[in-house]
């Protein structure tokens, strides 16, 4: 059996059909705006100008992308370097909590945050289906786990986490279709 993909269900149930191109002498079914029938992506010219000549300006979105590496492993560093010799039970589990914060802050690899600016809407929606495939994050390692890095932490393992939010992928999704609804619109 073969599973689904997630990313092109959720295109399926958030999408309106704006690219269906429009068929000679008429408009093909299921196209345009749900309210408008024949208002297809190719009836302006691919979308390009307002009827008037004047192309309309393109907007684009930014969607943030965050990635971590992180120590797969802390129990070592943290087993028999967090201790204290304090009395009372709570200044005793203060002390402990304390080290044990700073050695964690001291093992910090480290984040980029990364702003990349969308044009066009299949771009943005590749990019969405890698990072949710979990491609986007494979490719990453290549760039950010370099031998530089393994050197640097010994024997240790080490991951990368990825983070995308999924409501700026929305808001964005949600610009790039209004584009193509402006650049349809008769």
Same mark, same amino acid.
């Given at each position: 059996?073969?599973?689904?993909?997630?990313? /092109? +269900?959720?295109?399926?149930? *958030?999408?309106?059909?704006?690219? *269906?191109?429009?068929?000679?002498?008429?408009? #093909?079914?299921?196209?345009? $705006?749900?309210?408008?029938? %024949?208002?297809?992506?190719?009836?302006?010219?691919? %979308?390009?100008?307002?009827?008037?000549?004047?192309?309309?300006?393109?907007?684009?979105?930014?969607?943030?992308?965050?990635?971590? #590496?992180?120590?797969?492993?802390?129990? !070592? #560093?943290? $087993?028999?370097?967090?201790?204290?010799? +304090?009395?009372?039970?709570?200044?005793?589990?203060?002390?402990?909590?304390?080290?044990?914060?700073?050695?964690?802050?001291?093992?910090?690899?480290? !984040?980029?945050?990364?702003?990349?600016?969308?044009?066009?809407?299949?771009?943005? /929606?590749?990019?969405?289906?890698?990072?949710?495939?979990? !491609?986007?994050?494979?490719?990453? +390692? %290549?760039?950010?786990?370099?031998?530089?890095?393994?050197?640097?932490? %010994?024997?240790? #393992?080490?991951?990368?986490?990825?983070?995308?939010?999924?409501?700026?992928?929305?808001?964005?999704?949600? +610009?790039?279709?209004?584009?193509?609804?402006?650049?349809?619109?008769?």
């Amino acid at each position: 059996a073969v599973c689904p993909d997630l990313v /092109d +269900k959720y295109l399926e149930e *958030t999408s309106i059909r704006y690219v *269906t191109p429009r068929a000679p002498g008429g408009a #093909a079914p299921g196209l345009g $705006h749900p309210h408008k029938s %024949g208002s297809g992506l190719w009836d302006q010219g691919c %979308g390009i100008g307002n009827g008037n000549g004047i192309p309309k300006e393109k907007q684009s979105c930014d969607i943030r992308l965050r990635v971590r #590496a992180e120590y797969c492993q802390h129990d !070592s #560093a943290l $087993h028999g370097n967090v201790f204290s010799n +304090k009395q009372d039970p709570l200044e005793r589990q203060f002390e402990r909590f304390n080290q044990a914060n700073t050695i964690l802050k001291s093992r910090d690899l480290g !984040s980029i945050i990364c702003d990349i600016k969308f044009s066009e809407l299949t771009y943005l /929606d590749a990019f969405w289906r890698d990072y949710i495939n979990g !491609s986007l994050l494979e490719a990453l +390692k %290549g760039v950010f786990i370099t031998d530089s890095l393994k050197q640097a932490v %010994g024997h240790e #393992a080490i991951k990368l986490l990825v983070n995308v939010d999924e409501e700026d992928y929305e808001l964005g999704r949600q +610009k790039l279709l209004r584009n193509l609804m402006l650049h349809t619109a008769p």
